[in-house]
């Protein structure tokens, strides 16, 4: 079975601070990705990456950015937290970007 | 670019068989994949059709035809936990990586 890891299930942090959001999979995955959750809105992707130290630009990458140091790694940073970025954050693995596996999720709220 | 359509809700009791239908508008796509999420947690992959025809895995079946943009998942002998919302996805060919998602389908079982 396929297993992503979050490093969090809940998380609270106030406005301005740096924000480290962690997504370990187990399944030697190329791609992985980054969305936000939020009711009425669906899914939408943040950010992507289909290799080590690459990283691609999804449909909201504004106030986010990635690291992928290593294939079984995916971090998502919030440089400066803002209360528009309270949501559900969802990591995926993919084989093939059209067939996702998720982790649990984690819900961050921004005060 | 490209939408997709699918019902915002079903109901039906226990036992009974649901079809979630799946209309999409695009160009080109390299298959239709099916989510499962249940309130509160992460989307779960159910299923992928990469060529026309049927899937089945266990009580669910997914079906796909490209010359109809339609797809659709079944799920048979409805059960109480298959209350959830159901989401079907799809990448284009001029989008790699980006997964797109239908709004999702809000499947109530009752007793």
């Known amino acids: 079975d396929v297993k992503v890891t979050q490093s969090s299930r809940y998380l609270v942090k106030r406005t301005g601070e740096k924000v480290f959001l962690e997504c370990v999979q187990d399944m030697d995955h190329e791609n992985m990705f980054w969305y936000r959750q939020d009711p009425g809105l669906g899914l939408r992707l943040i950010y992507f990456?289909?290799?080590?130290?690459?990283?691609e630009k999804g449909d909201i990458p504004e106030g986010y950015s990635v690291s992928r140091e290593k294939k079984e790694r995916f971090s998502l940073i919030l440089e400066s937290a803002s209360t528009n970025q309270t949501s559900m954050y969802l990591c995926a693995s993919a084989p093939a970007p059209d067939t996702q596996y998720f982790g649990p999720g984690t819900r961050l709220t921004v005060l | 670019g490209q939408s997709l359509e699918q019902p915002s809700e079903v109901t039906a009791v226990e036992g009974a068989i649901v079809q979630i239908n799946c209309t999409y508008q695009?160009?080109?796509?390299?298959?239709l994949s099916w989510y499962q999420q249940h309130d509160g947690g992460a989307p779960t992959f159910l299923s992928y059709?990469?060529?026309?025809g049927l899937e089945e895995t266990g009580r669910f079946s997914s079906f796909l035809s490209r010359s109809d943009s339609y797809g659709y998942l079944l799920l048979q002998e409805l059960q109480m936990k298959d209350s959830a919302s159901y989401f079907c996805a799809l990448m284009t060919t001029d989008s790699w990586g980006k997964l797109q998602f239908g709004a999702g389908t809000q499947v109530v079982v009752t007793p």
């Open positions: 990456s289909y290799d080590v130290k690459m990283k």
């Open positions: 695009t160009s080109g796509f390299y298959g």
């Open positions: 059709n990469g060529l026309d």
